[in-house]
């Protein structure tokens, strides 16, 4: 999944690995190792290639029905909150929020 999105992305912006290996600040050995399936990246890698490839690092981590679903999760925990801000204490409240914001990096 992750080396395919990758691929995919870099065929669609027009980039080389060497390009992408300049962008991500790792060799290109190591760019065609992940491509090939060699090696898995580390989250860092993972980062970086989503950065040059101006996409979140979310998107090549998960599937799409993951990503879908977790998006969703995401959306209810907000709607919830808006909805129930009443009804939870402070603390609550904070723990709700501070887990939100957590996601949204």
């Known amino acids: 999944m992750f080396k395919e999105k990758v691929k995919e992305l870099m065929n669609q912006q027009n980039i080389t690995q060497k390009e992408l290996a300049e962008l991500s600040g790792i060799t290109e050995a190591s760019v065609s190792r992940y491509l090939s399936g060699e090696r898995t990246p580390r989250i860092d890698i993972v980062i970086n290639f989503a950065k040059a490839l101006k996409v979140d690092s979310s998107y090549l981590i998960y599937n799409d029905d993951e990503l879908r679903e977790k998006e969703e999760a995401y959306i209810q925990c ?11 204490s ?15 990096k």
């Open 78 to 88: 907000h709607t919830m909150l808006a909805r129930n801000k009443k009804d939870l």
């Open 90 to 104: 402070l603390e609550e409240r904070n723990k709700l929020i501070a887990l939100l914001s957590k996601e949204d």
